[in-house]
């Protein structure tokens, strides 16, 4: 009787998904980058491919003013970050 692979059919279910997750790293995850300043975004923890902006550039308060409008469930979730420079890609 012939043995099946279960090897075979894991990695034919795996890569599809591995290859959705390494397109999302791109270059394209900074591109509301708009100069120097304090911008609005969600961490890496809560958004796991790479900190997700929601605005900026704003001044510090400016940008704890915005934290603060999105109410108590969203607020703690962002955060204000200053980036004097364009931001990196996160991973390799």
Known sequence: M????I??????L???ILAAGLAS????????YRGPG?????SNI????APRMYGGPYSYEKCEEERIKLGPTISP???????P????SPGL
Do not use: F
């Open 85 to 88: 420079g364009p931001p990196r």
């Open 38 to 42: 304090w911008y609005l975004e969600r």
């Open 14 to 16: 795996v890569l599809p």
């Open 25 to 32: 790293c791109g270059p394209q995850v900074h591109k509301d």
């Open 77 to 83: 979730e962002m955060l204000c970050i200053n980036h």
């Open 46 to 49: 809560i958004s796991p491919a």
């Open 2 to 5: 012939p043995q099946r692979s």
């Open 7 to 12: 090897g075979r059919r894991t990695t034919l």
